[in-house]
C-alpha cells in the first residue's frame, strides 16, 4: 500500500494542499511510480486518503493522458502526432517505431521493456518528430536516433538485472 510506503510523501504532498482532493493528482503520481499503471487498487487507496468515491479518482486518471490505464512497457515511449509535428514527419516516424519494435498502437513488446503510443500535442512542435518517455522529452528524432536510444535503454535494464 502507497499509504506505508510513502507516508512521508504522502504527507508532504497534503500539506501543499488546503484540501485533501486537491492531491489526488499528486497522489495518482506515486501510485503509478509504485504499480506502473494505475491500478484499481491504486485508485481506491488515493480515494480512501482524499475522502473520495473511488469513481471520482477513476475520472480524473481517466481523463489525464499522464496516467496509464492498463499496464505498460518500463519504457513508456509516447509520440506526438498532432498535426505540427505530423507535418515535420511524426507520423512517419511513429510507424517506423512500431515496425522497429514489432507492436501495433498501445502495444508492449515481448520482453516488456517498450509501449507505444501517438498522443496529441507535447508543446514541442519546432523539434518534431519528437515524444516523451517516461515523461522526459526527446526531440528532432529519426530512427538511427531511435535506435541508440532502444540499445541505451536496454542495456541499463540488462546492467541492472546482471548487478542483482
Not at 504527507?11 to 504499480?35: G, H, N
Not at 506526438?80 to 507520423?91: N, S, Y
Not at 518517455?133 to 535494464?157: P, S
Request: aromatic share 10%; with cysteine; glycine share 4%.
Amino acid at each position: 500500500m502507497i499509504k506505508d510506503k510513502y507516508a512521508d510523501r504522502i504527507s508532504r504532498t497534503f500539506a501543499k494542499y488546503p484540501d485533501k482532493r486537491s492531491a489526488v493528482m499528486p497522489l495518482l503520481y506515486i501510485v503509478q511510480e509504485e504499480y506502473g499503471w494505475i491500478t484499481p487498487e491504486g485508485v481506491v487507496e488515493v480515494a480512501e486518503l482524499c475522502d473520495l468515491d473511488p469513481t471520482q479518482v477513476k475520472s480524473i486518471a481517466g481523463f489525464y493522458t499522464m496516467y496509464s490505464e492498463k499496464p505498460k512497457g518500463k519504457y513508456w515511449l509516447q509520440v506526438c502526432t498532432d498535426l505540427a509535428c505530423a507535418l515535420r514527419g511524426a507520423d512517419e516516424f511513429h510507424a517506423q517505431l512500431k515496425s522497429y519494435l514489432k507492436v501495433e498502437e498501445g502495444g508492449t513488446t515481448d520482453d516488456g521493456l517498450f509501449t507505444v503510443e501517438h498522443v496529441m500535442c507535447l508543446a514541442a512542435c519546432d523539434k518534431a518528430p519528437m515524444m516523451q518517455c517516461n515523461f522526459h522529452f526527446y526531440e528532432n528524432l529519426d530512427m538511427e536516433k531511435m535506435k541508440v536510444l532502444l540499445e541505451q535503454w536496454r542495456n541499463e535494464v540488462n546492467a541492472a538485472v546482471s548487478q542483482k
